[in-house]
Each structure stands twice: as C-alpha cells, then as structure tokens.
C-alpha cells in the first residue's frame, strides 16, 4: 500500500490508493512465481515417462509423443495387500516389473534421506515390504535386469533378490558416524552433490560400492532447543579445512559367490572418489579420484575379479578440476565423453575407451554449461551452452562423428533442458527476465510436441503489478579493465530527478551466476515499494565466462569478489539518481561473506550491508568447498588471512545486520559468533539476530516473512 499526497486548493488531502504493486507477502507467497510440471521420470527406452498421479496413490506410465496415458503401474485402491493411501515417491525398475514406493521420509542432510521402502510386483499386483528390518532405508538401487535391489540400512548395504524373496546384508562393519557403505558423509553429499556411491555390473553379478571410513574426521556439535526444558545436542562428522577427511576405497561384491574384494586404485591420502561408473563392460569399472588439492583428476578402469586398475585418463589444472564435470561422463561401447577447460573454456570431448583423445566436439570462446544427454544409437551429444552470451542458455544437439552442431531452443532467453534416455525427447524451460517460465516438450531433433506450461495466468498478474524492468548495464571491475555484467531494478513512479539510495543484491561466489536473462520474483522486488533502488553485478569468479574469468578468485577468496562490488557500489554513486550516501549490499551464504568483506574492504563505501548465514573464515568452513578454491590453511596461510572478515573485523565500516540460524549444519552458527566476538573487541557496533534451532536456510513456519521484513527495515532504517 502507497500514499500519494496531492494538493488541491492549498488543501493537503491524503488519499489511499490500492497500489497494485508487488508486496513482499505476494512474492513469498509465491503469487508471482511460474507453475512448474509434475516430475516426468524417462522409462529405460526414453519413449516413455513415469508420473505420480496428483494424490500420490498410482504411479502411471505415459508416451512422450502424445501425453497419454497407456498403463497404470501401480495403484494403492487396488493392489494386494496394500495397507497405505499414498506414497511420497516412487523407483520404476528398468524392465517396469517391479515399482518401489516410500514413505515416512527422514531427511538426513540437505539431500539424503531414509524412508520406509515397499515394493509392487507388477506382474502379480502384490504389495511387500521391501525390508525385514526395523530400520529405514536410504538410496536403494536396481540391478540393470530389475531382479534385485541394494539399499543401505544404517549405513551398511543390504541386498534383496525379488525371485526368491530373500534379503542378506552385505557389508556389517557399518556405524553411525565412523563407517559408511554405499551412502555417503556430509561433506561428500554437499560438495560433491552424491547421496550414493554403489552400482550393479551390467552383468548383474557384481555390486561395486565405495566405503567410507570416517572415524578420524572431528565431530561438530550444535545445540538444539525445540522448546525443550533441557536442549539437545546435534553431532556429525564435518571435516574443516586442513583437517582430516574420511578415508575411501572401493570395494566389489560377488553376488553369487558373496565375497567382497578392494580394487587396487591408487589414491592418496585424504583423497576423493567422487564418482564410481561401470561401462558397457563388466569387467571394468570407472573408478574416478581427485587428489585433496583437486587439481588432478584421474579415472581408473579397475578390474573388478583381479582388482587391478589401469590409469584411462588424467586431467591437471593450474586451478582446480571442477568436480561437478564428472557426471558428464557417458560411456558408449568404444568411447566416452569428457568436459574440460583445457582450452580456455569447459568444452565437450570425445575418448575412445582406451583414454586417447580422439576429437573436441564442441569450440569457441564460451562455455559449455551443461552436458545433458547422449544419444549413442544415432551418434549424437546434447548440450546447453552460454554461446550467445553469459547471460543466456541454448539447448543444442551436435553429431559425434561429422561434429555438426543443432540449435534445438527455440527462443531467446534462458534455456534449460531434461532429457529423456537416449535423448529421445526433451522437457524444455524458457523465460528472459520479463516472461515466466514456459515449459514445452519436444522430441531429439528439437520438434516442440505441446505445450505443458504456459504460465499465463503468472504472466497477467505480473501484468497487473506492473513488474519494473530489470535495466542491464556493464560496469569496470576494480582492475580497471574487466567488464561485469549487472542490472538495476528502478521503483515504481521513479523520477529521475530525485536522489534514491540502493540495495545491492549479490552472491559472488566462484562459478555462481546472478545477471542472467531470466525471470525472478524474489523478496527485493518489496525494496521497489519503498523508493529504494536495487541492484546486482557480477563480479570476478562468476560463471559463464571462460576459466581465466571464473578462476580469478584462486588462492584468495573475498578479495576481487569484494573489490568488485565496491567498484560496482562507486559506478552506481555517479548515477544522478543515486544518494552516493545510502548505497547498501546484501547476501547470503557466499553472499554473506563478501558483504562483510565489501564493508571492511571499502572504506566506508557502504551505509548499511545485511549478512545471511555469512562464512566469517575459511578456517570453519569444509575441506571439499573451501579446498578447491584456497588449498589448506596450512598451504595458504596468507590467503586465509587476506579473506578473513574476522581478520578484518577492525575495518568494518557501516551499519551491520548479521542474521544466522542456530542449526546451521553447513556455514555454521560459530562463524557469527566469532565474528561476533571480533567486532566486540574491534569496538565496532552492530545489529544481530539469530534463528532459533533453523538450518541455512532458515525457512519454516512464519521464518521467511519476518527475516525479510526485519532487512527490509533495516535498510529503511539505515539508508535514508
């Protein structure tokens, strides 16, 4: 709601308009934010897919071409023995004979979960539960011909062979916070993005997994209150940079003859395995490492009978290897493809099954972003890439043996994709920073079939609100040279002859992306309504640029990231509709961090700056993340220096708001109280609020309207 003041006859009168503008209830409440689709789950041939129906009582099998329905898998009415209403998920095994379904689901960390697993035997409309222990499940996987499945349970794998009704566990040295099989520690699931490390021979015979050995990574402890009289405590392994990591190796398990064996694969230690993948023969599997400093990779193919490895591939950079490549790795039956940025930018390129390099597929000074799928029976590789600009995403397909590259997207904006196996047909999602999200099937040769999501009823009330314009604009980075990207979003009824103060919006971190053309409803569109301009630029380290760019950063954390948002901070002072004194910055996470590196680094540069979540120093935050970026604080002691707001505490300039969640098991709460304890020895005064038993991202209940609320405020506050 706005006020507008006219003057009528030397009479003031106040009259109330509804302004139909944005407020930060409709944009959290998601009134602006564009419907997405039900998640379509490709069966093994990519002619089909796989949806719960909207209750979560069936699981139903439809044809990519026309959208219709052609079975039901699996229905709670009217399958035997079924005992439930509904399930929360589902696994379809690849001959579609047997559907798992779960329930009771238990988050463990961000992304793992265990839950209470039951398999339906298609062929006989029965219903079972898949174990007969008291225990939940976690991350069961088929074997390739569907007639078994492995599962872990208290993280040790247990086997269940559906022809004979049998279930055996396979591994028993498993135990909570010192062994791992199969599943994965916090730090692997977080940085490595993996809940699951374990994988059928396509032969069915064999079960490779990695076992984790954790029992010498330091415990990290958190109290939780929960409205108790006497609080809890929270522990779990977190190794911090310089600390000790688990160990890993990998191990192989004969189903028939139940012997397990450990491949010989050279790794040193505190090193990683990322990634275990059979190729098309059984006899080798793809073990991946990564040296703890993660600037070489190399890939194995281990033997599994003899257990002897043979070194396939080796990559080393002057920087890191960007680990999140690793998954772009599909073998084919006499080759594989591989990512890489040898030449400047990440580019897709073809192996044979030997390790020679046999062609780069794709060329030219941009990055490829994402490698989405392989189409090995026509030959051909399917891609998004940043080639028109950073900015924007195409989908394209290119042909691995005549190299010829196919635009399939067809509008100008951000494209992403999901593709179907084999590349069959894809889910296409379009916006540019002005239209919602328009999502589109289409089939391999980029054909559009129908439109599944149009949004247009998001469209007409963004019509309504009458959105500003994000206005894109390049700034000189603090080097003088470099270029950034950034846009600026102008309030409602803006006048350019006024003076407006503005709220910088940014993430920073390496590879992270925020200017893009792309459609966004987020909270600070609510700044717009309190004549606040808000702002975004990217600064070095960011993505979508070629690895000079997006490696700038290296060794010293924090230092361009926050001299180029101070540089962004004076460029947006010499505007004419700018209060050059009430320029504020804001972030969360990574974010957080350079807010405090920007406000002690900028020589009061910044009026007022809001941390979320902040890493206060490196030093607390985890090897795998930090690592790769500033190798260990005992390697890079100076660096960690350098980039340390706790280090810099005496230098902060401005008003601070530092707001962290209690139960933060990833930046944890200890950065703030640190940084806490500096600036109250510094004899800088400051504003905190804290989130009682709430993790990173601090949502929940009514969490996310007063935390936005209280910064909105704060810059209300503090920049006029």
């Not at 009458?466 to 846009?487: C, H, M, S």
């Not at 503005?502 to 004549?531: C, F, H, K």
């Not at 680094?601 to 790769?628: L, Q």
């Amino acid at each position: 709601m706005r006020k507008i003041i006219f003057t009528v006859m030397a009479a003031m009168f106040v009259v109330t308009l509804s302004a139909q503008h944005a407020t930060l209830e409709d944009l959290l409440s998601g009134k602006f934010t564009p419907r997405g689709i039900r998640a379509m789950v490709s069966s093994e041939d990519g002619m089909h897919y796989y949806q719960a129906d909207p209750q979560q009582t069936a699981v139903v099998k439809y044809a990519y071409a026309t959208g219709e329905a052609v079975d039901t898998l699996f229905n709670t009415r009217t399958a035997r023995n079924c005992n439930f209403d509904s399930f929360q998920g589902f696994l379809v095994s690849p001959d579609e004979n047997r559907i798992l379904v779960y329930m009771d689901r238990e988050q463990v960390y961000r992304h793992s979960f265990r839950a209470n697993y039951y398999y339906h035997d298609v062929r006989r409309n029965m219903v079972r539960k898949l174990s007969g222990q008291t225990s939940k499940q976690m991350i069961p996987t088929f074997s390739p011909d569907g007639k078994m499945v492995a599962y872990v349970i208290e993280n040790n794998i247990w086997l269940t062979k559906f022809d004979f009704d049998t279930e055996s566990q396979i591994t028993k040295d498993g135990e909570i916070n010192k062994v791992i099989n199969g599943a994965t520690d916090w730090v692997y699931e977080e940085e490595f993005g993996t809940t699951g490390l374990m994988e059928f021979s396509p032969d069915n015979r064999l079960l490779a997994f990695v076992r984790t050995d954790e029992s010498a990574v330091k415990e990290f402890s958190f109290q939780t209150f929960n409205k108790q009289l006497y609080p809890d405590y929270y522990s779990f392994k977190y190794p911090k940079a310089g600390e000790a990591n688990s160990t890993v190796e990998c191990r192989v398990f004969d189903i028939e003859a139940r012997t397990t064996r450990t491949l010989d694969v050279p790794l040193e230690a505190n090193g990683y395995i990322p990634r275990i993948k059979f190729t098309h023969d059984s006899d080798q599997l793809a073990v991946m490492t990564l040296n703890r400093d993660q600037n070489r990779f190399d890939m194995y193919f281990a033997n599994p009978r003899s257990t002897v490895s043979k070194l396939v591939l080796r990559e080393e950079s002057k920087y890191y290897i960007d680990s999140g490549w690793l998954n772009s790795i599909h073998f084919l039956k006499d080759r594989f493809t591989y990512v890489s940025e040898k030449d400047g930018y990440s580019h897709i390129y073809i192996y044979g099954i030997s390790g020679t390099l046999q062609k780069q597929l794709t060329t030219g000074n941009y990055d490829v972003t994402a490698l989405l799928a392989v189409d090995e029976q026509d030959g051909a590789v399917f891609y998004e890439a940043a080639d028109e600009s950073p900015l924007k995403r195409n989908i394209y397909k290119v042909n691995i043996n005549k190299g010829q590259s196919q635009k399939l997207s067809q509008l100008t904006g951000y494209n992403t994709a999901s593709f179907s196996e084999q590349g069959k047909y894809f889910v296409n999602y379009w916006s540019n920073a002005d239209t919602p999200t328009m999502i589109t099937l289409h089939d391999g040769s980029g054909k559009q079939m129908r439109v599944l999501e149009d949004n247009q009823s998001v469209r007409a009330k963004v019509a309504s609100v009458q959105f500003p314009k994000r206005e894109y604009i390049t700034v000189t980075a603090a080097d003088g040279i470099t270029r950034l990207n950034g846009w600026i979003l102008k309030p409602y009824n803006f006048n350019p002859a006024r003076k407006y103060p503005v709220v910088m919006i940014q993430y920073s971190g390496p590879d992270s992306q925020q200017v893009t053309d792309r459609y966004g409803s987020d909270w600070y569109y609510a700044l717009l309504n309190e004549d606040i301009v808000v702002a975004c630029v990217d600064g070095r380290g960011t993505g979508a640029r070629g690895e000079e760019f997006r490696k700038s950063t290296y060794m010293n954390l924090g230092i361009k990231e926050s001299d180029d948002q101070v540089a962004a901070a004076r460029y947006l002072a010499s505007l004419p509709y700018i209060d050059k004194n009430g320029i504020g910055i804001w972030g969360w996470s990574y974010g957080g961090y350079n807010v405090l590196m920007s406000m002690s680094r900028g020589n009061g540069t910044f009026k007022a700056g809001v941390a979320i979540a902040p890493v206060t120093d490196y030093r607390f935050y985890d090897t795998v993340y930090t690592e790769r970026f500033m190798r260990t604080p005992q390697q890079n002691n100076q660096g960690y220096e350098n980039g340390s707001p706790i280090a810099l505490a005496s230098r902060l300039e401005g008003n601070l708001l530092l707001i962290h969640g209690m139960a933060d098991d990833n930046v944890h709460f200890q950065n703030s109280v640190e940084y806490t304890r500096a600036l109250v020895e510094a004899g800088k005064h400051f504003d905190m609020f804290f989130f009682p038993d709430k993790d990173h991202s601090i949502r929940g209940e009514n969490t996310r309207k007063y935390l936005y609320e209280k910064v909105i405020a704060y810059f209300k506050q503090n920049l006029k």
